[in-house]
């Protein structure tokens, strides 16, 4: 089964906009929401009404993922085929339970991500003031500037229309509002040629510290500065300067001994070439002067006790083992595309 990544689906923008038909869209109200249950028919109305009128998707919309056994389970409830069936002709029917989306969840991923969070919090509680300042800026900043419900990881390989519905945010929260349950998977849009696209699934990245490491979610459309910041809040490292105190390099998977140099801090992770998986490294700057000779350091992997070494701040010229610096990065991407292409056939 082939795995999306994003989807191209047409659906309703959250920008307030009319309907194509340039009637206002349903708003919806504490009243709807946190009142009692509206009837079957007054459920099926405002949901179609929202879904009828869908324009083109744009960039930052933001929408929600639905367990596809549980809208079906709606969809016979109210009707939804039968437009002209009234309240009398389905009030024997039971409603849903609330709303169940752990069936799309990959617990074992999840679980990771939080595991990783509880052990930098055990390591914070042994630093120093500056350290436990740096614990509140954290729980502020985690979230990479959006909901921490990123963190959820999918199961791989899930389909729309099969595994999951995909909701704007209008019809989400009419749905959410008289069901509640949960978990809430919210998923935005992104910039993507010829047009914009639901990123489903998200770049799950090892971020590798001088003493700790954290698994976190990344969108393919962030870029590497934002991928930084985030870092050096989580992994706790000690550093003045967020954007030059630090240096992010990419490990080669076939070759944990080779690294890529991400030095470009606007450039988006997509652009770099980073895939689900990949291992980053984050590393001080030497506080050497310009000019001296280069070195060679190596970083324990507290994963498998392997060794990864990187070079500090080569000059453009300089050549190890007999090649300049953008040979070994152009050689690094192509057995990085190589297994990108050989990942894809298995799964096809």
Partial sequence: VHQQNCLTKTAVSMSGKKGEDGNDKVKTTDEETNGELPQATTQRTKIKQILQNEPPLEVRDEFFLLHYGWFTQWKEYVNWADEESSAEDISSLEPPPEIDNTPLVDDQSTEESTDSSK?????????????????????????????????????PQLQENVDFAILPKEAWNLLFGWYKGGPIISRFVIYSEPKPVIEIYLLKLILKGPSSQVTAQFSKSEVIDSLKAFGIVELHMDVD???????????????????????????????????????????????????????????????????????????????????????????IKDKMKKNKNRINDEAG
């Fill in 119 to 155: 052990t930098d919090s055990s390591s914070k509680k042994s630093s120093s003031k500056k350290d436990k300042s740096s614990s509140k800026s954290s729980k502020k900043t985690s979230s990479r500037g959006e909901s921490k419900r990123k963190d959820i990881h999918l199961k």
């Fill in 241 to 331: 300067d967020s954007k030059r105190g630090v240096k992010l390099s990419l490990v080669d998977p076939d070759d944990n001994s080779q690294t890529i140099p991400l030095s470009d801090g606007l450039k988006r992770l997509e652009q770099c070439e980073i895939e689900s998986n990949s291992i980053i490294l984050f590393q001080p700057v030497s506080n050497t002067k310009s000019g001296s000779k280069s070195t060679l350091s190596s970083s324990k992997d507290s994963s498998n006790g392997s060794k990864i070494t990187t070079s500090k701040e080569p000059s453009k010229g300089s050549a190890i083992g007999g090649k300049t610096d953008k040979e070994k990065e152009k050689e």
